[in-house]
Structure formats: structure tokens, C-alpha cells
């Protein structure tokens, strides 16, 4: 089975803290993405990544940073976090572009900002 | 701005019902659209998907219907069960990007 790993399950957090979200997947996927999800706006895209050491900016990029430095790892960071960004937040995996479009996904970690 | 509505936003049903939720999106370059499936707790889980290439795709009590021109699609849960109570979000993507947009999810209770 496709397994993908979330570090933190729950985190609190002050404002102004720098955050750091990790990921793990274990089936040699290509593509891996960190969506957060809030009641009532679904799963938006913060970044998502195709390959080692590259990013892409997904739909709402700000306050937001991702790291790639190993193919199975994918980490989100928040510099500086602040309570708006206090949200359940999922990472997920996925084969090369072009397959069955099918994303594997974390139980996701909840932040909260105080 | 790539959309996709999601409607309703909550729904209740009774054992042995059909539940049905609607999406409804705007970019015509989207090729592919799955279902997704969250139990409380857990992240979301592909139920079902669907290409424009055909109008209906069924698995076991899961039914897809797709309107290309009307650009909408639904989710139709036959004989509903209690088991069935999670949350759906519906999606669209061009499979060249892998990048799925959303719908914003229903909330769907089945009571026996």
C-alpha cells in the first residue's frame, strides 16, 4: 500500500514561529503537493513539486515555502506563522504527470497559530 | 480563475436512499475528474474518476454522470448506507499537470 507520512499530527504554534511541515511517501512517486483544507473552501494548493529541488507555486503560495531535497521528502514551511494560517494541512503524492491522475494523501497535520 | 462548485454543502439521508452532489466547473482544458472520499480523521482517498470521453462510469453503488456540455458532473450513491457518511469533494484536472482543483466538499450523513 501507498503510504504517506505526516510528521505532526497536531501542532501548536505563536505567532511569529517558523513552522516546518514534513512528508514522506514510500512508493517512489514523482510529484508530491501540500494542500490546506478549511470548512467551507475545500483543499487548496500551496505547492506542489515534480521533481527534486523543484517547486511550483499552486493557488495560495503566500506565507509559504517548500523544500525538496530528497525525492521521498516534501516540507512546507511557514517563516513566520500567523493565525490565518492556523488549518488542517495535507500533503500528498502522486505518480509522473500523464498517469492515472490519482493523488495518495496524508492524514494531514493541524496547526494551530495562538 | 480555474473553479470548481460543489453543491451541497451538506446533505442528509436515509439508509437505503440515493444521495447525490453536484459540481460544476469552467475550464474547458480539464480532462479528468475524481470523486474523493474523507472519513473524519483520515486525508482523502480517490472513490471514483471519470474522463469526457464517456458520460456515465459506475462502481459498485458509485456513479458518475457527466455533462461535457453543460460542463457539470455528480457523484450518485445508490442505497446509501451509514458507512457512507464521510466527506466528498469533487475535482477536475488536466492530466498533463497533475494539479487538481477542488470543489469546496459535501458533508454527507446517513442515518439507519
Known amino acids: 500500500d501507498v503510504k504517506v507520512t505526516q510528521s505532526s499530527r497536531y501542532l501548536v504554534k505563536r505567532t511569529g514561529e517558523k513552522v516546518f511541515l514534513e512528508c514522506v511517501q514510500d512508493?517512489?512517486?514523482?510529484?508530491m503537493f501540500w494542500y490546506r483544507q478549511d470548512p467551507g473552501l475545500g483543499l487548496r494548493l500551496i505547492y506542489f513539486?515534480?521533481?527534486?529541488?523543484?517547486?511550483e507555486k499552486g493557488d495560495i503560495p503566500e506565507g509559504y515555502s517548500v523544500s525538496r531535497e530528497k525525492k521521498e521528502r516534501f516540507s512546507l514551511i511557514l517563516e513566520s506563522a500567523s493565525t490565518n494560517q492556523t488549518s488542517m494541512y495535507l500533503c500528498?503524492?502522486?505518480?509522473?504527470?500523464?498517469?492515472?491522475?490519482?493523488?495518495?494523501f496524508g492524514e494531514g497535520s493541524r496547526l494551530t497559530v495562538l | 480563475q480555474q473553479q470548481v462548485k460543489q453543491s451541497p454543502q451538506s446533505l442528509i439521508v436515509q439508509k437505503g436512499g440515493i444521495s447525490i452532489i453536484n459540481c460544476a466547473y469552467e475550464n474547458t482544458a480539464f480532462d479528468y475528474f475524481p470523486w474523493y472520499q474523507q472519513f473524519p480523521g483520515k486525508g482523502p482517498a480517490l472513490l471514483i474518476a471519470?474522463?469526457?470521453?464517456?458520460s456515465e462510469k459506475k462502481e459498485g453503488r458509485f456513479t458518475i454522470s457527466f455533462n461535457k456540455s453543460a460542463k457539470q458532473f455528480s457523484l450518485h450513491i445508490m442505497d446509501s448506507q451509514p458507512g457512507d457518511s464521510a466527506t466528498y469533494f469533487c475535482a477536475a484536472s488536466n492530466l498533463d499537470t497533475d494539479k487538481l482543483i477542488f470543489g469546496t466538499g459535501t458533508r454527507l450523513q446517513v442515518f439507519p
Open positions: 500528498a503524492s502522486s505518480f509522473w504527470t500523464g498517469t492515472t491522475g490519482e493523488l495518495f
Open positions: 512508493m517512489d512517486h514523482e510529484n
Open positions: 513539486s515534480y521533481d527534486v529541488k523543484m517547486k
Open positions: 471519470i474522463r469526457p470521453d464517456v
